[in-house]
């Protein structure tokens, strides 16, 4: 079936002045402009188009390719900022994209890139644009396996590393030691599943692993001090199920893991719990 804000093949129902018209479904007939047509397409013809509203808002067909369809996420550039309905990106065809004010995670600049989403609005019918990124990605827990293959973009800087959109789904971070160049916001790369947490969140990276458990372990206990203020109440001492329920794993593992973090004076042991040292 057509979809506003995907490209698909439909057969052309007649041709007329201003162009052809095509069967879309129960989207109905669609307008191909002139300007698209070539010498091949005649009447029964199927067309790879792409749909869209034009600026009165009637549904229109193109052969262009948009940088972006709705449903995913890449870096577009903004070409204009207006204070009543917010900006416009340039996404590849000739009417710009909106990005409005509510949909912005923070107020962008003309010429910058953005990191957006494409979706439909359901109400006006529009292509719209959303730099909240979070609100449209998969809430479930993930079902990929470790060294898996995977496609994600880069979305932000962190103090850890590099944010990321896996597979045009889910949140996942790349660690920057795990990182041998500088990577840019927008920038597709391909990478593997380091691993996925009790939490459901995945850690990712550039090469594949050999199952180095301390790791994947060390790298939680990381992400959990910055997210406790430097501070987390588990040590040596730590109840074992209280360990396998916050980080998924044995005791004796953890242990390990604490020793090696303390050797790299990363945490130093504070109470009943350790407290990460600034580098």
Do not use: C
Request: aromatic share 8%.
């Amino acid at each position: 079936m057509a979809e506003i804000g995907q490209f698909d093949v439909l057969p052309i129902l007649r041709l007329a002045a201003p162009g052809a018209y095509l069967d879309a479904g129960e989207l109905g007939e669609i307008l191909l402009p002139r300007r698209y047509l070539t010498e091949e397409m005649r009447d029964g013809t199927q067309t790879e188009v792409f749909i869209s509203l034009d600026s009165e808002d009637r549904l229109v067909a193109t052969t262009q390719r948009p940088k972006l369809v709705a449903g995913e996420f890449g870096q577009l550039r903004v070409v204009s900022v207006n204070r009543r309905v917010g900006a416009f990106l340039d996404w590849g065809l000739p009417k710009d994209l909106l990005l409005p004010h509510r949909e912005q995670a923070r107020p962008v600049k003309e010429g910058e890139r953005v990191v957006a989403h494409v979706y439909l609005d359901s109400k006006s019918r529009r292509l719209v644009a959303s730099t909240r990124l979070r609100r449209w990605l998969d809430k479930k827990k993930p079902s990929f396996r470790e060294n898996q293959p995977v496609n994600f973009l880069i979305s932000g800087k962190t103090p850890m590393g590099y944010s990321a959109i896996i597979e045009n789904a889910y949140s996942g971070l790349l660690y920057a030691d795990d990182v041998s160049r500088r990577l840019s916001i927008g920038e597709i790369v391909q990478g593997y599943i380091r691993s996925v947490r009790v939490d459901g969140k995945i850690d990712l990276t550039l090469h594949r692993t050999r199952g180095n458990r301390i790791t994947s372990v060390k790298r939680q206990i990381l992400i959990a001090l910055e997210q406790g203020n430097g501070w987390l109440p588990y040590n040596d001492d730590s109840d074992p199920r209280a360990i396998r329920d916050a980080f998924g794993t044995s005791k004796k593992v953890f242990k390990r893991t604490l020793g090696t973090l303390y050797k790299e004076r990363r945490i130093r042991f504070e109470g009943k719990g350790i407290r990460a040292i600034e580098r």
